[in-house]
C-alpha cells in the first residue's frame, strides 16, 4: 500500500522539515499481516491531513510523524473504524480473520489493540482499566482535583474546569487548577487595557504527552490578571470557556494551562504560555530591519491560520491587534493570536444604538465605528491594517492622535499604507481587506490560502516538477527584499496620544464610512 499525504504548516513543529514538501508514507506488509494503526487526522482548510506516529515492525518500516497534542485534539481514530479519504483518494483498511478479534472487546484476555493501547496511553493506576488518551482516564481524572480537596473556593470556577476536564483527551492538555504558591518570581512584564501580564516560573513544569503523568522541569509562564474588577467574572469565564474550546479544536492558540488565585487579592489569574520574543508590535519595531519577506509571510500565514480556526469554531475575536498577537521564537512559524476577552459566538454579536466601542482604533473597522453589528470580516479588516504594519515595521497612525478626528478621517477612507516597492499583490490583498464594504472583503480561509500560495508557489508540486526558475510572485517579493535592503526609512515620532491599548470609546456623528482616497494634504500615516 502506498499512503500519500501532503503535510503543511509542519516547521512550526518539526524544524527538519519544510512546509512546502510532500511526504510519501509506504506501509511494508506482509500477507495476513495486519498492523494496527492510529490515524490522526489534522485539518488545514479543507484538506484533511493525516499524521501518523512513527512505528517499527518486523515487516517494515512506517515512517509516522506526531503531533504533541493530538490526544487534545482529537480522540483515537483506529483504521479498523473508519474509512478516509486521503488526497482525493478512498482508503480502506482490510482485516484477516486473525485481525477481527481485536474488535471483540469482551475477550476474557487483553486483545492485540488493547495490549498496544496499553503501551501507547498506559493504564488507569485507580480502575486499572486502559486510558483514554495519554495518561488520561475519563472516568477518573475528570475532578479528580476536587476529589484531592484541591478546590478553587468558586462553584463556578470549579464547574469551569471539570467541564473541561471531561472535554479533555490527554494530561498533556488537561486544564488543571494550580496553587498559587506554585509560582515563583512573577513579575508584571506588560499592562493592557483589560489585563496585565506577568511572568513567573512553574515549578511543577508542564504536563508531558507520555503514557504515564510525567512533568517538564520548571518553565516560565504568563499569569493573565483582569484590570476591571466589574468585568472580572464574565470575562474570565468568557475568555477561558472560547480559548479552551478553540485549543480542543486545534486552533494553535497561545497554550493554555491552567487557572490560580492570588490570595492576595482573590484574584483570578489564567495561566497561559510565555512569549519571550513578546508580542508582534514589539517584535516587528525591534528585529523590522533583519526579516525579510518570507519572514513577514510566514508570520501571517500563522496568523491567518489561528483566524481561520477562530472563525470556523463561529467565534468572532473582535480585538484583533499586533498586541494581541504573540511572537514565540524567531523564524519560522511561531506567531500566534492570544487574548480572547471581548471574542463572542457569531449568534451573541450585537449592534450599538452609538458608535459605543472597546478596542484599539487603528484597527477597529469603520461599519464598527458606525455602530454596526462586529462581524467576521471585522476581523479581516483588522487583519489587513496588521498587513500594513508587517509592510512598514511601523504601526499604524503612530504619528497622529487616537481621537474622534481620526476615527472620523477613517470613516471618510483614511487607511494606512504600505511600505514602498510592496509587491502589487500584496497591496491588492490589503485593498480587499480594508474595503469599506464588508461583503468585499476576504474570508480567513481566502487570506490563508493565498497568503500560503505566495510563500509556497510551488506547493502542490512535487520536488522532481519544481522549476529551476522561480515563479513571477516569488521573484516579486525577492525583489522587495532588496529594495526595502537599499532603502532607509525615516524615523516617525510616535504621538504621545496615540494609544494602542484596549479602551472603551464612544463617537457620535460620524459619516456613513466609504472607500479609501487619496488624503488631500498628500501625508502617509503610517
Not at 474546569?161 to 513579575?187: G, H, R, V
Amino acid at each position: 500500500m502506498i499512503w500519500e499525504s501532503v503535510i503543511r504548516d509542519l516547521k512550526n513543529k518539526f524544524g527538519k522539515l519544510r512546509s512546502a514538501d510532500k511526504i510519501k508514507m509506504v506501509w511494508y506488509s506482509k500477507q495476513n499481516r495486519i498492523l494496527d494503526m492510529d490515524l490522526c487526522p489534522d485539518f488545514l482548510g479543507d484538506e484533511k491531513i493525516f499524521i501518523i506516529q512513527k512505528h517499527r515492525t518486523s515487516n517494515g518500516t512506517i515512517w509516522k510523524y506526531v503531533l504533541r497534542d493530538l490526544e487534545n485534539k482529537f480522540s483515537k481514530f483506529h483504521s479498523r473504524n473508519n474509512t478516509y479519504c486521503l488526497q482525493n483518494r478512498e482508503f480502506k483498511q482490510h482485516y484477516t480473520p486473525e485481525e477481527k478479534c481485536c474488535n471483540n472487546y469482551d475477550a476474557i484476555e487483553p486483545t492485540k489493540c488493547e495490549k498496544y493501547n496499553a503501551d501507547y496511553y498506559g493504564v488507569c493506576p485507580n480502575c486499572k482499566k486502559i486510558n483514554t488518551g495519554y495518561a488520561w482516564c475519563k472516568k477518573c481524572d475528570p475532578g479528580k482535583f476536587l476529589r484531592e480537596g484541591k478546590s478553587s473556593g468558586n462553584t463556578e470556577i470549579n464547574q469551569l474546569i471539570y467541564q473541561a476536564q471531561i472535554k479533555t483527551q490527554s494530561y498533556y492538555s488537561n486544564l488543571e487548577w494550580i496553587s498559587y504558591d506554585k509560582f515563583q518570581d512573577i513579575k508584571l512584564v506588560a499592562e493592557g487595557g483589560f489585563a496585565k501580564i506577568y511572568s513567573a516560573i512553574w515549578l511543577d513544569g508542564e504536563p508531558k504527552l507520555n503514557r504515564e503523568k510525567k512533568r517538564s522541569p520548571p518553565i516560565t509562564i504568563a499569569l493573565k490578571r483582569i484590570k476591571d474588577t466589574k468585568f472580572t467574572t464574565e470575562a474570565f469565564v468568557n475568555e477561558i470557556n472560547i480559548h479552551h474550546h478553540c485549543v480542543l479544536y486545534n486552533a494553535n492558540l497561545t497554550k493554555f494551562y491552567g487557572i490560580t488565585k492570588d490570595p492576595a487579592t482573590n484574584e483570578f489569574l489564567m495561566i497561559l504560555e510565555y512569549a519571550h520574543e513578546g508580542n508582534l508590535r514589539n517584535y516587528l519595531e525591534n528585529n523590522f530591519i533583519n526579516l525579510k519577506w518570507k519572514d513577514k509571510l510566514n508570520i501571517l500565514i500563522s496568523i491567518a491560520n489561528n483566524l481561520f480556526n477562530i472563525h470556523k469554531l463561529k467565534y468572532i475575536h473582535r480585538d484583533l491587534h499586533s498586541g494581541n498577537i504573540l511572537q514565540f521564537y524567531i523564524g519560522g512559524f511561531g506567531t500566534k493570536i492570544t487574548d480572547l476577552g471581548l471574542s463572542q459566538s457569531i449568534t451573541n454579536s450585537k449592534s450599538s444604538c452609538c458608535s459605543n466601542v472597546f478596542g484599539v482604533l487603528p484597527y477597529i473597522a469603520p461599519e464598527i465605528l458606525d455602530g454596526k453589528s462586529y462581524t467576521l470580516e471585522s476581523d479581516i479588516y483588522s487583519f489587513g491594517i496588521i498587513m500594513t504594519e508587517v509592510s512598514t515595521g511601523k504601526s499604524p497612525y503612530r504619528n497622529v492622535p487616537h481621537d474622534g478626528n481620526l476615527a472620523l478621517k477613517i470613516c471618510n477612507g483614511l487607511r494606512p499604507r504600505v511600505a514602498k516597492g510592496t509587491p502589487k499583490c500584496y497591496i491588492d490583498l490589503v485593498n480587499q481587506c480594508l474595503d469599506v464594504n464588508p461583503g468585499k472583503r476576504p474570508s480567513s480561509k481566502v487570506l490563508l490560502k493565498t497568503i500560503r500560495n505566495w510563500r509556497f508557489p510551488n506547493d502542490n508540486y512535487s520536488r522532481l516538477e519544481k522549476s529551476f526558475d522561480e515563479p513571477e510572485i516569488l521573484k516579486e517579493f525577492i525583489d522587495a527584499d532588496n529594495i526595502m535592503f537599499k532603502k532607509s526609512f525615516p524615523e516617525i515620532l510616535k504621538h504621545s496620544e496615540a494609544i494602542y491599548s484596549g479602551r472603551s470609546m464612544c463617537f457620535h456623528n460620524l459619516p456613513v464610512p466609504r472607500n479609501s482616497v487619496e488624503d488631500p494634504e498628500g501625508r502617509f500615516y503610517i
